[in-house]
């Protein structure tokens, strides 16, 4: 038995990708034999979060107490440092596997009610190879008697084709960012990029910096899409591109990873709140019972 469970393959023209039955993970994906994010082996658990599904909240949340819909949540403390909760609660759990076709597979999980977060909520994640790429559709339906409150994240690392980051150019289409605490849980306030070391408004070398930032109020083209992107010193192009639903984009340079995954990718990760939004309720989802939401962001090498 695999570590993340049955391995499920899509294709379509020169794009390759393999979701996981554990968390709904997206362990590879390629385009044209080159990898468009750092995926892991079949026989590996993945480290860093690599291609992991966050859900209820994204990024962190504080081990103090809170509460919605008059019912008490707390935490599961996981970075003891830190005293917070790291990337929800479906990471590790097997998903049911729904369809699969060619170019597309449908996962979903029914999340019961726990001290961590007591709701009934049902998951379910779509990944779609086409002519524009990866897109990965999330829906989230509320199970339960009493409106809920979420939050929906993903964890995919931009791949290089270099052995380190180093010359990359990034580019983040995002005015502002979140300051954060040493437990790097927000502060409620909300900086410019404009004169800062994190501004990539404009493509610049991630060399010398160190990154683990949250931006937001993200610049969109016509569509609604924000796009990151990144390209490495030979040329290699990889887009991240997220709708309306995503207002929030973590960028991470991998610096506290282990050896030999320290700093050979970008994790770019669409979130649809900030970190700590359940204990603080900024822009969290909520949803009356029976009611659905969707949102999806989308990955493409750019030739």
Same mark, same amino acid.
């Given at each position: 038995?695999?570590?993340?469970?049955?391995?499920?393959?899509?294709?379509?023209?020169?794009?390759?990708?393999?979701?996981?039955?554990?968390?709904?993970?997206?362990?590879?994906?390629?385009?044209?034999? +080159?990898?468009?994010?750092?995926?892991?082996?079949?026989?590996?658990?993945? @480290?860093?979060?690599?291609?992991?599904?966050?859900?209820?909240?994204?990024? $962190?949340?504080?081990?103090?107490?809170?509460?919605?819909?008059?019912? /008490?949540?707390?935490?599961?403390? %996981?970075?003891?440092?830190?005293?917070?909760?790291?990337?929800?609660?479906?990471?590790?759990?097997?998903?049911?596997?729904?369809?699969?076709?060619?170019?597309?597979? +449908?996962? @979903?999980? =029914?999340?019961?009610?726990?001290?961590?977060?007591?709701?009934?909520?049902?998951?379910?994640?779509?990944?779609?190879?086409? @002519?524009?790429?990866?897109?990965? *559709? #999330?829906?989230?339906?509320?199970?339960?008697?009493?409106?809920?409150?979420?939050?929906?994240?993903?964890?995919?690392?931009?791949?290089? #084709?270099?052995? *380190?980051?180093?010359?990359?150019?990034?580019?983040?289409?995002?005015?502002?960012?979140?300051?954060? &605490?040493?437990? $790097?849980?927000?502060?409620?306030?909300?900086?410019?990029?404009?004169?800062?070391?994190?501004?990539?408004?404009?493509?610049?070398?991630?060399?010398?910096? /160190?990154?683990?930032?949250?931006?937001?109020?993200?610049?969109? %083209? &016509?569509?609604?899409?924000?796009?990151? @992107? +990144?390209?490495?010193?030979?040329?290699?192009?990889?887009?991240?591109?997220?709708?309306?639903?995503?207002?929030?984009?973590?960028?991470?340079?991998?610096?506290? =990873?282990?050896?030999?995954?320290?700093?050979?990718?970008?994790?770019?990760?669409?979130?649809?709140?900030?970190?700590?939004?359940?204990?603080?309720?900024?822009?969290?989802? +909520?949803? /009356?019972?029976?009611?659905?939401?969707?949102?999806?962001?989308?990955?493409?090498? $750019?030739?």
């Amino acid at each position: 038995m695999l570590p993340s469970g049955e391995q499920i393959a899509i294709a379509h023209g020169d794009q390759r990708a393999v979701v996981t039955e554990v968390g709904a993970t997206l362990r590879t994906y390629v385009q044209s034999g +080159v990898p468009v994010v750092e995926g892991f082996a079949a026989d590996e658990v993945p @480290s860093g979060a690599h291609g992991q599904v966050l859900f209820p909240w994204p990024n $962190r949340i504080g081990a103090e107490p809170w509460g919605f819909s008059e019912r /008490e949540a707390e935490p599961i403390v %996981d970075d003891v440092a830190g005293r917070t909760a790291l990337h929800g609660l479906v990471r590790w759990r097997p998903f049911r596997i729904e369809s699969v076709n060619q170019n597309r597979c +449908v996962l @979903s999980l =029914l999340l019961h009610p726990s001290p961590s977060y007591p709701f009934a909520t049902e998951l379910a994640v779509a990944y779609h190879l086409g @002519s524009l790429g990866l897109t990965v *559709t #999330t829906t989230v339906t509320n199970r339960d008697e009493v409106p809920i409150p979420f939050g929906v994240g993903f964890h995919p690392y931009l791949a290089v #084709t270099t052995p *380190t980051i180093e010359g990359a150019e990034l580019c983040v289409p995002a005015r502002a960012f979140i300051d954060v &605490d040493d437990r $790097r849980l927000p502060t409620g306030v909300i900086l410019p990029v404009t004169g800062h070391p994190v501004d990539f408004l404009a493509p610049k070398s991630v060399s010398g910096h /160190e990154l683990d930032v949250t931006y937001t109020e993200l610049l969109r %083209d &016509d569509f609604g899409l924000a796009t990151v @992107s +990144v390209v490495d010193r030979e040329g290699g192009a990889v887009e991240l591109s997220m709708d309306r639903n995503f207002p929030y984009v973590q960028v991470y340079t991998g610096d506290g =990873l282990a050896h030999g995954r320290r700093r050979t990718s970008i994790a770019v990760e669409p979130m649809t709140c900030p970190p700590d939004g359940l204990r603080s309720g900024k822009d969290v989802v +909520v949803l /009356e019972p029976g009611q659905h939401w969707a949102g999806s962001w989308r990955l493409r090498r $750019r030739r």
